[in-house]
């Protein structure tokens, strides 16, 4: 049997900027639709870790426990839910992907039963494209 030759190597650096540039116009035709977007968004961490993150255009959202990164994009103010039942160490990213926290602010509850910081209170995110992150550590959730 006759050697086939070398595999085909990817052709140069514009392959990659028309696989990015097709990524940039998907992300920008998902997040122009109304309500909450739950597309196969995945990133991949140099670690290989999949992050799941779920587009949230609506004034309130209750937190799935799939859901790593929930990037707010909503002119008004908004309330996440935190979800029930969560393992210990799950991690939640809640980021303001508007612009707009500021005015606009985006408050996360705990759910009924699961304390978030001592209280039953949430917290409230009003910088401008800031972020806030939630860990479960067994008996509630510890965020910042």
Same mark, same amino acid.
């Given at each position: 049997?006759?050697?086939?030759?070398?595999?085909?190597?990817? @052709?140069?650096?514009?392959?990659? @900027?028309?696989?990015?540039?097709?990524?940039?116009?998907?992300?920008?035709?998902?997040?122009?639709?109304?309500?909450?977007?739950?597309?196969?968004?995945?990133?991949?961490?140099?670690?290989? @870790?999949?992050?799941?993150?779920?587009?949230?255009?609506?004034?309130?959202?209750?937190?799935?426990?799939?859901?790593?990164?929930?990037?707010?994009?909503?002119?008004?103010?908004?309330?996440?839910?935190?979800?029930?039942?969560?393992?210990?160490?799950? @991690?939640?990213?809640?980021?303001?992907?508007?612009?707009?926290?500021?005015? $606009? $602010?985006?408050?996360?509850?705990?759910?009924?039963?699961? $304390?978030?910081?001592?209280?039953?209170?949430?917290?409230?995110?009003?910088?401008?494209?800031?972020?806030?992150?939630?860990?479960? $550590?067994?008996?509630?959730?510890?965020?910042?």
């Amino acid at each position: 049997m006759k050697n086939p030759g070398p595999l085909p190597q990817p @052709r140069d650096h514009y392959d990659r @900027r028309w696989a990015f540039g097709l990524t940039e116009t998907l992300d920008r035709f998902f997040r122009s639709l109304p309500g909450v977007l739950e597309a196969q968004s995945l990133l991949v961490s140099l670690a290989g @870790r999949r992050v799941k993150v779920t587009l949230v255009t609506t004034a309130t959202y209750t937190i799935k426990l799939t859901d790593d990164v929930v990037d707010t994009n909503f002119a008004g103010a908004v309330t996440h839910t935190l979800p029930l039942d969560p393992g210990l160490g799950q @991690r939640i990213w809640v980021q303001d992907s508007s612009g707009a926290a500021a005015s $606009n $602010n985006i408050t996360v509850d705990p759910p009924g039963g699961i $304390n978030l910081n001592g209280g039953s209170g949430g917290l409230v995110l009003s910088t401008n494209y800031g972020r806030l992150l939630f860990i479960y $550590n067994g008996t509630q959730y510890i965020g910042a």
